[in-house]
């Protein structure tokens, strides 16, 4: 039987208030379209996409740790230059419910979960009040090395960037308070995104995929352990095989 075209399998929630996006920016990154009108998700729908992680495709270490500092949140650990083959990583994509309602069914979904995307619209302020809310529940189900990113969603509605005495600009939350916000609240960085036109989402995603990539080298996951929420492709989720030795696996594919 022929191996799978992804080296590590990752689980993804994204997580945040009702109407803030996440299910336009998991259709954006899933099958690159822009869809207006989108029905109220209910519980939790899926998506995956194949991405490359690590070298060759990653970024230098310092241009990485430069762009972290600029976006706001934690430093980029020091990277291990390689030779190995280029890696790639199956996201499998849980896009969960913002409502209240729901709440209590989405928190489920938090377990076994390696990475998150917690997002609000950045067009309403109330939006980013309730962030803190999201990772407390996050960070009190899911494992203590989960990695998070905040986004702020629905740039294109702000048309002149930070400028807020632009005319029809709809921001409510700037640039530095979310900024101000990840690095309080040890988040690894924050994004502004569209769904809409596309830009800065498959960044957002890349972002958190490269750092989970970065924690397997560290050892932090138990690829036996399918609580883990990282698998490889084996039997029983683990890939008999080093690192440094693996054979490429494919190139990087589309929404599956």
Same mark, same amino acid.
């Given at each position: ?8 399998? *990752?689980? @993804? %929630? ?8 996440? +299910?336009?920016? /998991?259709?954006? #990154?899933?099958?690159? &379209? ?81 990475? *998150?995307? @917690? %997002? ?8 980013? +009040?309730?962030? /803190?809310?999201? #990772?407390?529940?996050? &960070? ?117």
């Amino acid at each position: 039987m022929s191996s799978p075209p992804w080296d590590y399998i *990752a689980k @993804l %929630v994204c997580i945040g208030d009702s109407g803030c996006g996440k +299910s336009s920016l /998991t259709i954006r #990154l899933c099958e690159g &379209r822009f869809s207006p009108q989108h029905d109220v998700t209910i519980g939790v729908e899926f998506g995956s996409r194949i991405v490359p992680v690590g070298p060759p495709h990653s970024k230098p270490a310092v241009a990485a740790a430069s762009s972290a500092s600029e976006g706001g949140g934690l430093p980029e650990p020091p990277r291990v230059v390689s030779n190995a083959p280029q890696k790639h990583m199956k996201l499998s994509l849980w896009d969960t419910a913002g409502q209240e309602t729901y709440k209590s069914v989405t928190r489920s979904y938090f377990r076994g979960a390696s990475g *998150a995307l @917690l %997002v609000f619209d950045i067009t309403r302020k109330a939006t980013f +009040s309730h962030v /803190t809310d999201w #990772l407390n529940d996050l &960070r009190a189900i899911a494992d203590p090395d989960i990695v998070v990113i905040l986004v702020g969603n629905k740039l294109d509605q702000t048309q002149s960037g930070d400028d807020d005495a632009a005319p029809n600009n709809k921001r409510e939350v700037t640039r530095q308070e979310a900024e101000d916000w990840a690095r309080r609240n040890g988040v690894l960085q924050y994004v502004e995104t569209s769904a809409k036109s596309g830009e800065n989402v498959e960044e957002a995603f890349m972002r958190v995929a490269e750092r989970i990539f970065e924690n397997i080298n560290a050892g932090k996951y138990d690829l036996n352990d399918r609580r883990s929420g990282v698998k490889g492709p084996g039997p029983g989720g683990a890939k008999q095989v080093k690192l440094a030795t693996d054979t490429n696996k494919g190139a990087a594919g589309g929404c599956c």
